[in-house]
C-alpha cells in the first residue's frame, strides 16, 4: 500500500491524515493546536504541524505529502530566512484602512476586481503589506521574501526532508532552503491580491505600489507540479527569479538519507489554500456550492472562468486544479458557536440540543454576529449585537438558536452574493458536527443541505493532491445525508434589519 499524508495547517488547530495513495482510506490522523489571536509566530505552525505528524505516526512509510493552510496570512522573511515578525493573519483587521486606501490609489474597486479578481479587504496580504510598510517601515525594510503559510510550511518541510527521516526533536530546527525555493500554487496566491487569475502571473506593479518594493515572491507552481522539481510551469516565477538553480531540492530529499521505511523519498506537492484543498477533500464539481463553517465562513463554488466581482464581496479565486473558485468569506462562523456555548456555560452538544429546544426564529430573538468585525460585509471594525430581548426570550435556548441562526444568515447573505443556482449544497468544517446546524441551515438558506460524513476535507485534499504525485487516485466519496426543512425567509428579514443597527 501507497501512502500519502495532507496536512491542514488552519487557524485554530494543525490536521494531519495519512491515507492510502489508491484508495483514499484513512490508515491513521494526528492533529495539534495553534495559538490564538490574529498574529502568529509562524514557528508555532512548525511546531504543531510536528506534533500532528508525530501523532499520526510519523512519515517513514509515506511517499508523498502536501500542505493546504489558511489563506492569505503574511510570512516576512528577511534575506537570510529568518522570519521578519509574527505573521498577520486572514482575520487581522489592523489594514483596513490600508484596503481603503489601496483601492483608491488603483482607481476604484473595478480597477481591483479587472486586475486581480477580487476588492481587496483586509484579509489580503497586499494590505497587510501597506500596513507593513507604513506603520513598521524597519520590518518592512528588513522584509526580503513574502510569502504565505503554506508556502512557508512547505518550504519548511522541504529543508527538513533535506536533512533526514522525520523525527520532531531534530526538525524542530532543520536547516531551511535558500529563499529561492520557496514555492506556492495558484490557488492560495491568487488571495494575495498581487497574483491575477486572469494571466496566472504576478502582478509586481501592484506590489510595488503597496509596498515600495518587490520582495523576492514564492514559485508558483502547477496543481501537479513537485516542490523541488525543476520542471515545474515556473509561471509566475518572482520578478527577476529564473526558478530553482541546480534542479532545486530533488536530490536531497528522503531516501538519499536512508529512512526506515517503505518509502525511499518524500515527493512534497505544491499544496493550496484551505479553501482551495477543501473543494478537492469533498470532490466538489461545477455546479456545486460549498459552505465551510471554520474559523471563517466560506461560500465557494467550482467555476470554469474567472471571475471579477466590483462590489468585493466574491472573491474570484483560482482553485487547486487549474479553474477557478469564487469565495465569499466572513470573518464569524463556528466561533460564533463557541462563543455562545461560553455564555450559555455548556458544551457544543448541549449548545445544539438547546438551540433545537427554541423554535425557528427564536420568538424574534437575533444574533448579529460579528464578533471579530466582518469582512462580508466589510465592516471591520463592527461589534455583534443581540435584539429582540424580552423576558420570554431571555433564555439559554433562546440565544443558542439565535446565535446559530445569526451565523447561517451570514452564510446565506454570501450564499445570494454568489448568484448561483447550485445543483447541491454541500455543509462542511468544524461547525458541520452540530446536528442544530444540520437542521437550521435549510432553513435558513432556502434549500435542501448535504452532509457529508464529518471528516478533515482540507487535510483530505491536500492528501488527494499529494496522491497525484504518485498514483491515479480513485477515491470514492462516501454518502452525504441530505438534511431539508421549510425556508423561513421572515428570520433573514429580521437578521438583515439588525444589521443596519450595530456599533462599529
Ligand atoms: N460539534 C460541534 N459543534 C459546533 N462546533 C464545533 C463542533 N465541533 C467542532 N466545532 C468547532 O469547529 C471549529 C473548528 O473547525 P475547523 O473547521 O477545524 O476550523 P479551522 O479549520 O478554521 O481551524 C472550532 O471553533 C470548534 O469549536
Ligand atoms: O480568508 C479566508 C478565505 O478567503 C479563510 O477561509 C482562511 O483561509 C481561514 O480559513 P479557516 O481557518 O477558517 O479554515
Known amino acids: 500500500m501507497t501512502l500519502v499524508a495532507g496536512v491542514d495547517s488552519s487557524t485554530q488547530s494543525c490536521k494531519v491524515v495519512i491515507r492510502d495513495a489508491e484508495t483514499g482510506a484513512l490508515v491513521r490522523e494526528g492533529r495539534a493546536p495553534h495559538p490564538g489571536g490574529t498574529e502568529v509566530h509562524p514557528s508555532h505552525w512548525w511546531a504543531a504541524l510536528l506534533q500532528a505528524i508525530s501523532a499520526a505516526g510519523g512519515l517513514d512509510d509515506v511517499a508523498a505529502i502536501s500542505v493546504a493552510g489558511q489563506q492569505h496570512g503574511m510570512v516576512c522573511l528577511d534575506e537570510s530566512g529568518n522570519v521578519v515578525r509574527d505573521a498577520l493573519l486572514w482575520n487581522d483587521t489592523r489594514s483596513a484602512q490600508a484596503a481603503l486606501d489601496l483601492t483608491a490609489e488603483l482607481g476604484g474597486p473595478q480597477a481591483w476586481a479587472d486586475a486581480v479578481g477580487s476588492v481587496p479587504v483586509a484579509s489580503f496580504t497586499v494590505t497587510k503589506l501597506r500596513w507593513l510598510a507604513e506603520h513598521e517601515p524597519a520590518n518592512a525594510r528588513r522584509t526580503a521574501a513574502v510569502c504565505l503559510p503554506h508556502d512557508w510550511l512547505t518550504w519548511r518541510l522541504a529543508g527538513a526532508l533535506a536533512s533526514g527521516p522525520f523525527d520532531a526533536a531534530a526538525w524542530a530546527d532543520a536547516p531551511t532552503p535558500p529563499l529561492d525555493h520557496l514555492t506556492t500554487d495558484r490557488g492560495d496566491a491568487s488571495g494575495t491580491g498581487y497574483w491575477s487569475p486572469f494571466t496566472g502571473a504576478y502582478r509586481p506593479d501592484l506590489l510595488k505600489a503597496a509596498f515600495g518594493t518587490v520582495p523576492l515572491l514564492p514559485r508558483v507552481l502547477g496543481p501537479t507540479d513537485e516542490v523541488g522539481a525543476a520542471s515545474g510551469t515556473g509561471a509566475g516565477a518572482s520578478p527577476g527569479s529564473t526558478g530553482l538553480p541546480g534542479g532545486g531540492l530533488a536530490a536531497g530529499f528522503g531516501g538519499a538519507a536512508g529512512f526506515g521505511g517503505v518509502a525511499e523519498r518524500v515527493l512534497i506537492a505544491p499544496g493550496t489554500g484551505d479553501n482551495m484543498a477543501a473543494a478537492l477533500g469533498v470532490g466538489a464539481r461545477p455546479g456545486d ?16 472562468t474567472p471571475s471579477a466581482d466590483p462590489t468585493g464581496a466574491v472573491a474570484g479565486f483560482a482553485d487547486a486544479t487549474g479553474r477557478f473558485l469564487p469565495l465569499v468569506c466572513t470573518l464569524n462562523a463556528a466561533r460564533v458557536m463557541d462563543a455562545a456555548a461560553r455564555i450559555a456555560g455548556v458544551g457544543l452538544d448541549e449548545l445544539s440540543d438547546l438551540a433545537l429546544q427554541a423554535p425557528p426564529g427564536a420568538d424574534g430573538l437575533t444574533l448579529v454576529p460579528y464578533l471579530e468585525g466582518e469582512r462580508t460585509p466589510n465592516r471591520p471594525t463592527a461589534t455583534g449585537s443581540i435584539h429582540g430581548l424580552t423576558l420570554a426570550t431571555s433564555t439559554r435556548a433562546h440565544l443558542a438558536r439565535a446565535a446559530i ?18 445543483e447541491r449544497v454541500l455543509l462542511i468544517g468544524g461547525a458541520a458536527r452540530s446536528e442544530a446546524v444540520r437542521r437550521i441551515a435549510p432553513t435558513i438558506f432556502g434549500v435542501p443541505i448535504m452532509v457529508p460524513p464529518p471528516a478533515e476535507y482540507v487535510a483530505n485534499g491536500a492528501a488527494h493532491q499529494a496522491a497525484t504525485l504518485v498514483t491515479t487516485p480513485d477515491w470514492h466519496s462516501e454518502d452525504t445525508q441530505t438534511y431539508e426543512g421549510e425556508a423561513a425567509p421572515e428570520i433573514r428579514t429580521r437578521y438583515t434589519r439588525a444589521t443596519t443597527h450595530i456599533l462599529d
Do not use: H, I, K, Q
Open 289 to 304: 456550492v460549498v459552505v465551510s463553517l471554520g474559523t471563517s465562513g466560506t461560500v465557494f463554488a467550482v467555476a470554469e
Open 405 to 422: 441562526e445569526g451565523m447561517l444568515c451570514g452564510l446565506a447573505d454570501a450564499l445570494d452574493a454568489l448568484a448561483m443556482r447550485p
